[in-house]
């Protein structure tokens, strides 16, 4: 299978030959500068793993390193050396959440795949919940956040606006409150692998794949330790890739901008023509100016948003890996970077 641009091979320990050694379970954790929680996060995760019978001992925990710059990968190597169920992939840089994620799930090899943030603001206790809605037939089962603990005013309110602003906009319908926190079957996973395009935004691609999703209500809980990696800036940045990863409507913009410009034209040209002959009055400086420096702001905003999508197709045409794996350590040694 191709992984970013790398291939993976699967061997057994005593033949080169390929096998499939699917498993029932992949937890899939993003980590970014996580060293405050990690050991934490891995504690009550792997806690979750051994207590249910239901998984037998069959299940992976990958922990991606996101170019951290503190001991996230020394702490991740760590754990990977003492329990065969965790694999650690350390990428080559910081590649960003969605890219990390993406990593890991094409590195997971399980006929379900959970995945969960590493500062424990979403509960692994919840994941025998997530099992059983499966059990029942989900193919999707995602995680609706019904409270959300400890988080400022201003990010609730901006989440809420912007999802719902979101799917005013986009053709398909993404589920209001909900993040990256969700359990997936692998046919998901593999329709995921499926599209190659370089401005992910999982969430909406998920719902986009469509098949049987079923919410989980939560209440999201402040973060254990460290802090949002989401400052202001990147969660502008995420706004926009996944608006202009699911919506062409602002680029209509440019149409509904010349119709209010056009009708604005008319009657001025009505104005001029009445005050020039019926006024017989000098033609006002001001107002001349306002009209063109809004028209000039109509244009700037239509060429930006042109713009914006030009430089998705700029990026999506180069056709580059998503991300790039530096190393993959298991103590099973089933997976093998080339
Ligand atoms: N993360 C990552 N790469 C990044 C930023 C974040 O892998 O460039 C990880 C981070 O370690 C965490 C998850 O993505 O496990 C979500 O990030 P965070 O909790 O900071 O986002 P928030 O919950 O505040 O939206
Ligand atoms: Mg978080």
């Known amino acids: 299978m191709e992984i970013g641009g790398y291939m993976k091979i699967r061997t057994t320990k005593d033949s080169d030959q390929m096998i499939d050694d699917s498993i029932r379970l992949s937890i899939v954790v993003p980590c970014y500068n996580e060293e405050k929680v990690l050991s934490e996060f891995y504690q009550r995760l792997s806690k979750v793993c051994s207590d249910q019978v239901f998984l037998n001992e069959d299940y992976e925990i990958i922990f991606i390193n996101d170019g951290s710059t503190d001991l996230t990968w020394e702490i991740i190597y760590k754990i990977c050396k003492e329990n065969k169920h965790v694999v650690g992939v350390n990428?080559?840089?910081?590649?960003?959440?969605?890219?990390?994620?993406?990593?890991?799930?094409?590195?997971?090899?399980g006929e379900r795949i959970f995945i969960i943030d590493a500062d424990l603001q979403d509960?692994?206790?919840?994941?025998?919940?997530?099992?059983?809605?499966?059990?029942?037939?989900?193919?999707?089962?995602?995680?609706?956040?019904?409270?959300?603990?400890?988080e400022t005013f201003f990010k609730k309110k901006s989440a809420s606006i912007f999802y719902r602003l979101l799917n005013k906009m986009a053709k398909i319908d993404i589920p209001l409150d909900t993040g990256d926190f969700r359990l997936i079957t692998k046919r998901v996973k593999d329709k995921l692998h499926s599209m190659p395009e370089n401005q992910r935004f999982l969430r909406g691609m998920i719902s986009w794949i469509g098949f049987n999703q079923v919410p989980l209500n939560y209440t999201r809980q402040p973060r254990f330790a460290g802090e949002t990696k989401y400052p202001l800036s990147k969660m502008v940045a995420f706004s926009i890739d996944a608006i202009t990863g699911f919506s062409v409507s602002p680029i209509r913009i440019s149409v509904y901008f010349s119709l209010l410009f056009s009708i604005i034209a008319i009657l001025l040209m009505i104005y001029v023509i009445f005050s020039w002959t019926v006024l017989n009055a000098v033609p006002g400086w001001a107002s001349l100016g306002v009209i063109l420096?809004?028209?000039?702001?109509?244009?700037?905003l239509v060429m930006a948003i042109i713009g914006e999508y030009i430089s998705r197709i700029y990026i999506e045409a180069k056709?580059?890996?998503?991300?790039?794996?530096?190393?993959?350590?298991?103590?099973e040694n089933k997976r093998t970077v080339k």
Do not use: W
């Open 293 to 300: 420096t809004l028209l000039g702001a109509g244009q700037f």
């Open 123 to 150: 509960p692994p206790e919840l994941l025998p919940e997530f099992m059983k809605l499966m059990d029942e037939g989900a193919d999707v089962v995602y995680g609706k956040r019904e409270h959300r603990v400890g």
């Open 91 to 109: 990428l080559s840089r910081n590649f960003g959440h969605q890219l990390a994620l993406t990593a890991g799930l094409d590195v997971a090899c």
């Open 319 to 331: 056709r580059r890996p998503l991300y790039i794996i530096k190393e993959i350590i298991a103590m």
